[in-house]
């Protein structure tokens, strides 16, 4: 049951957002080829805007660049819900506190799992947030 | 045609899956994946729609019948991703009730871990109830895993 | 309080739920400033975190010098103890923190690392293992989800790291991450703080270790400086003394002394030192050069040591004076003469002659002469040269100015500084210890008479210093009695030196007779000590049989400890006759006569008995005063005498070549003929009158061979054609007939030769006068006993 669609990620959403299980994520080439990916982390920006991490070149980061619009797709599990982000790709940085907190996280993972160098952050990939929707599970109640 | 060890997979380890659209306006759209059904002869897939996924899909698939199916296994994170075309939709039956029924328990088994105290059925209620199956025709095949090498095209081979 | 979930609360839960937050907070403030103790405040800091935010497994760790690595100080909730695991900077959620000095929250832990192992397994099915690294095994929860690490900084400045951990998905809102940051600040503060008193309490102690340290190590090398500086202080004191010597003091004698070389010393006239022997005369000719700042050099010279340049024998030997050398050295500085009264007489002009100009110079300021300073010593009594007349030019001119050094009994109080001095510098010299002298030597050393003044203290000293066996010196009436045993006699001082031994002046050990030891090198031949033994004892005895008056008498003979053979002999005051004539010229005929006559009579006895002497010379005729009877004369050295044919050649033949010596040695000697009698002693006597009246030999060499070859050959030029004074006929007769080749031609024996020269007719005859009058006049001291000998080699 669709509830509450917003232009703005709400405090409730954060901590969807580290915890999302899976977050996944839905982008189109400008022929219109739509592609599925997974993604391992939403962050929160602000209440306007997410940040999403650049790895590795994929066909989700051409195709944003192509088509900037993203759709995103977190779960709370406990919550029972899912929340749906529209997003618009705006830009990409190298640097700054968004990419600094991002690759802190990507690089004490990486670093303990042997990756240093390879699972890196390449780029914070700014998107603004174009909409936000709550979608909860009606399992209960069918349950 | 979907290669073996893909089918196998498909039906005895991916535990959950996203489906991807597109609009008229190349707005891309998601939708949760309940479950999923190959065909005997391995050139279609079924996908199992959840119920709140529904609104914006056949209404894509009409207009211009491009859809990608990523199915993953939890939490090791093999992902394959099948682009395909668009052929019909239909009503579930109980085979795919069936389907779902071990998708969920296979989920909800993977994020048992996670969330040990959690009540079983809040994990099973995360593979949603579907309401919709929607058959396209397997054209490509891709390794979503990820890594360096996700993107990779497993399907057609370069030999074809 | 955990605040992992969503949703709205109750406002008014809210309130009371951040009131109960500030609580802990201030509480945690209050307990956590009150300790410097470290352990108190990782507990207060711990139980805190787990109050606030109910993560039950917390980590402090703190930052390792080297700032490579953070080791955990302070755990809670593992089961496996984390303390004193480390973490690398830069390595997982700890490691970022510390590098980036941010906080980090991370709240899927497992699906990041999932997610990180999927990309793993990727990498290594590519076969690209090689990009990988190892997994690390951090400290902490090996399966948290939920990790929350926190920075402790000190103005910027990283000191470790509060890490905690969930096993469950956890996150923080805004609010406690804010609470967290300030808890762990305080945290921080407190860390530091206790860190700096630690270090400063344990810089403090090492601070005191140090200083203790210190202060030994002070007091070590003040003590070690200080015993440097006493001994420099008593080496540049003992430098002082060396040249100082008996200046050592303080009696009235001393002091006057000094005062004289103050006053003498910037002078320039020639000066003379009197005294007595052994007064320190050398060491008060050092203190006078030194006072007197003259840049050039001390130049001693030891007239005595002049004469040896010009003795007669060997042949050949030169005759080049060093005096002129000495004199160019001195330039600039002093020239010190010792014993200036036996400067040979060849020698006097020179030395005149500079003293002359010298004191012109000085009166008109005329051309510059060298600039000496001239000191000479002599021992001899002036006073009555001085009022009889007699008294030499240079005398004369030396004794203008002069200083007197008293004799070492009118300076009885300065002995015991002085032995105290000698003793050390001996002691130190043998490197031996000794602390001094007993009080009952001490006494003996004060009132003993010590005729040879410093010297003999000296001797006496250095001799018991080496044989004492302990460190107090015990000096008994043997040591002061002259020194060194030579069977029952001890050596007082040297008389003279030869190629073969030493002559000394001896005295008895009980009647205190004195007496002449001559002691024999016992290696000057090649012999076997036995054989030596058994040659020598049978030449003595032989020796000792001989009863003329006119045979020096031997009064007992051995070896001494040092394997040294002597003779002890009566001691003799006079001069022999190669001292005569070499300092005052030929003699007249009729004293050569009486001389001559004299040894006859010895060579007779000897003869008599079968011995020859073999080596007549006239350093072998010794001129002394007997009682009232002057130039009484004594045969010496009948060490080389052999018995008459049969005998094989003795140990006491020197240098090996022949007997004798080569300037007076008879042609059958020569040969080496073994039928050897008397008469050889005759053509040795005639070669020594022919000298004693002529003052040279009957044939001139270069070298010994020569000699020998112009005794074997050459026939000698008659004396009166190389002498301007008188020489009678007969005695030129007798003389000739005894150089003859043949020992056949010659007198048939002393006996006879006396009665020939009993018949030589002398206008002016030598009497007991004339002899009184020349040795008043020649050698006083001796005349006056004050003078034994003339140390005559």
Redesign the interface.
Known sequence: MAEKFLTRLPAEIRPVLDNGVPAVMVTCSADGIPNVTIISQVHYVDDTHAALSFQFFSKTIRNVRENPKAYVMVSDVIGQANWVLELEFQRSETDGPIFDAMDMQIEAIASATGMSGIFKLRAADIYRVLSVEKLSHVARAEA | MIPGRLVTFLEQHANIAMAGTRNRDLVPYGHRVSGWRISADRRTVTALISEQFTDRLVESLEDNGELALTVEEYPSHETYQLKGRYLRHRPLESEDLEVIERIRGRFAKSLRPLYPDAPDDILRAFTLTPRLAVEFEVREIYLQTPGPGAGARLVPTADG | MAD?S??QDDPAAELARKTAELQVVQRVSSEINTTLDLEEIYDIALRTMDELFEFHHANILLLEPGGETLMVVASRGYENQAIGGRVRI????V???AQ?R?L????????????????????MK?GRHA??????H?PGLPNA?SQIAIPLLIRDELIGVFSIES???R?FSEHKRGLVSIVVNQIASAIHNARLYEEQTRTAKALEAANATLEARVAERTVALERELRVAHELLSEARNRVEGPLLGESAAVRALRDAIAREAPRTEPLLLTGPPGAGEDTVAHALHGASRRTGAFIYVSCPELRTHLRPTPPGAGSELPLANKFELAVGGTLFLDAVHELPSSLQPALQQALDRDERSRVNRASPVPDVRVIASTSRDLTRDAQSGRLDPIMRLLLKTRIALPALVDRRDDIPMLVDYFVRRHARQLGKVVDGVSAESMKRLETYMWPGNIRELRTVLERAVLLSKSTVLEIDEELLDEGVAVGSYRLVEPLGAGGMGEVWLARHRLLARPAAVKLIRHDVTGMAHEQLVQRFQREAQVTAGLRSPHTVQLYDFGVNDSGSFYYVMELLDGLDLQRIVTDFGPQPAERVIMLLRQTCRSLAEAHAHGLVHRDIKPANLFVTRLGSEYDYLKVLDFGIVKDQPGQEATLLSSQGITQGTPAFMAPELVFGENRIDGRADLYSLACTAYWALTGQLPFRASTAAQMLLHHAQTPPVPPSEVSELLIPPELESLLMMCLEKNPAKRSASALDLDSRLARVRCEWPWTEDRAREWWEAHAPDIVAGRERVRKAP
Not at chain 3, 90 to 93: A, L
Not at chain 3, 131 to 136: F, Y
């Open positions: 992992s969503h949703g830069g390595t997982g959620v490691g970022v923190v980036k941010k980090l929250q991370v709240s899927n832990l497992g699906q990041q690392r999932a997610y990180a192992a999927a990309q793993r397994r990727q990498i590519a990009e990988l690294g190892d997994t690390v951090v989800e096993p469950v998905r996150t």
